[in-house]
């Protein structure tokens, strides 16, 4: 236990060494004063805001549900950009500064410094995640007096995702250089929410092609299904046309949801890990 101790307490320091966290930091306070200004002027000026009367929409609950979906969508965002920060290099980049090679003797071994990195990272992450979640839904409830029907687990979704983009940069780390797998590991991300994107124009245009595509893309990239799964939790009790507008919308529908996806997920993730662990045992330093 103190081997894999002191081998996360080493990726944090260099994680603050290399001012990652001074990145990610800058770049939150940022996201978050601009999501106040924005909750602010909404809410401030929802009551202006009119429907036909033949339209029954519950504006409140609209704008919190969407701009909790935006929230939660940066949040994802910042927190994959710190776990790739903390992971591109793990294997492939401390091996080429020759920092890899002393620790991965007896009795270390590799299985081990692989899952303290891995464990590391996805500590920090899940702190951060949860924190500006939190965040972000304080300021919702603080400046809109709104708050979703489930809140601890859409959060606990987005950080289960990013611990899983962990697994897959980690298990890149291995066979790429660290650019490389930076650079992979984003476009997988993109890949992902593009495709969630493509399953809410495929269900408003009625296109099953679509649908399906976008579902597959899905359960190949989890953490996908599971902001997806979080974005339905946030409004899961909103009916009737309000609930219809916010399934349009990228910030308010979710179709790849339930126990199914979260169970697959976790397989997903030991997977990821085991193979991580296969390929590094067999990789030549």
């Known amino acids: 236990m103190s081997a894999v101790l002191t081998i996360a307490g080493y990726g944090f320091r260099e994680a603050v060494r290399r001012k990652v966290f001074a990145v990610v930091i800058v770049l939150t306070a940022a996201f978050l004063a ?31 549900a969407f701009l909790l979906g935006l929230a939660m969508f940066s949040t994802l965002f910042l927190g994959v950009v710190l776990a790739v920060f903390l992971t591109l290099g793990v294997v492939s980049g401390d091996a080429e500064r ?36 939190g965040i972000a839904l304080a300021i919702i409830d603080q400046t809109g007096h709104w708050t979703p029907p489930s809140t ?21 780390s291995i066979v790429l250089s660290s650019t490389a797998n930076g650079i992979a ?11 969630g994107l493509l399953g809410t124009i495929g269900h408003a245009l009625n296109s099953t092609t679509i649908q399906h595509a976008s579902r597959d893309a899905a359960w190949a990239l989890p953490f996908e299904a599971l902001y997806q799964d979080g974005l ?21 529908g979710a179709y790849v949801h339930g126990w199914g996806i979260r169970l697959w997920s976790v397989a997903y993730l030991l997977v990821a890990l085991a193979l991580g662990v296969l390929f590094f045992s067999r990789r030549d330093l």
Do not use: K
Request: with cysteine.
């Open 34 to 64: 601009l999501f106040w200004l924005a909750n602010h002027y909404v809410f401030t000026r929802l009551s202006t805001i009119t429907p036909p009367a033949d339209v029954h929409v519950d504006t409140r609950t609209f704008a919190g």
């Open 152 to 172: 601890l687990a859409p959060g606990l979704e987005l950080a289960g995702g990013v611990v899983i983009v962990i697994a897959l940069s980690i298990l890149g």
């Open 98 to 133: 020759g920092l890899l090679q002393p620790l991965v003797v007896r009795p270390v071994g590799r299985a081990t410094l692989l899952l303290s990195r891995f464990l590391g990272a996805a500590v920090v992450c899940i702190v951060y995640v949860l924190a500006v979640y």
């Open 185 to 195: 590991v984003f476009m997988l991300f993109g890949a992902g929410l593009t495709a």
């Open 232 to 252: 339905r939790l946030i409004s899961s009790n909103t009916s009737g046309l309000t609930g219809f507008l916010l399934q349009l919308g990228p910030f308010g």
